[in-house]
């Protein structure tokens, strides 16, 4: 079984490109800074830096809502590859590629930004929730 579940913040914003062919598909990669549960020798909490390619779905959902700073979760598996560098040098990668995500804290927890066109919509009503505008509802990305 290859199954990974992270909880981070997003050290920037996602980086999405598009596959070439009829029906491009949206890539969308990202890191997420994932503290440690513990820490060594009495020293600062410290986190792991962890890659992540979100695709088609996910990754127009990555492109359109996340930003850099924001805490989500993640479910996904860990792939691993390779390729040779303009050096000749063998490059290994390893990444998590993204099944789910979600946010796991408000907006206003994440101290994110907000610019003035949509801020009616995202105001939030004190309870956590943020409020969707009317006739929007064909547009959010979930089943």
Do not use: H, W
Not at 26 to 43: G, M
Not at 45 to 54: E, H, K, M, N, Y
């Amino acid at each position: 079984m290859n199954k990974v579940i992270l909880m981070g913040r997003l050290t920037r914003d996602p980086e999405v490109r598009y596959s070439q062919g009829e029906q491009p598909m949206a890539i969308a990669r990202y890191t997420l800074a994932v503290n440690r549960r513990f820490s060594r020798n009495d020293e600062e909490q410290s986190a792991d830096f962890i890659g992540c390619v979100a695709f088609g779905r996910s990754g127009e959902f990555a492109e359109k809502y996340l930003r850099k700073g924001i805490k989500i979760a993640i479910v996904g598996r860990i792939q691993t590859g390779s390729y040779t560098n303009k050096d000749g040098q063998r490059i290994y990668t390893t990444e998590v590629v993204v099944e789910e995500q979600e946010f796991v804290e408000s907006k206003n927890a994440s101290g994110g930004r907000e610019n003035a066109s949509s801020g009616a919509a995202r105001d939030s009503a004190g309870d956590g929730f943020m409020n969707i505008p009317d006739g929007i509802d064909e547009e959010l990305p979930f089943n």
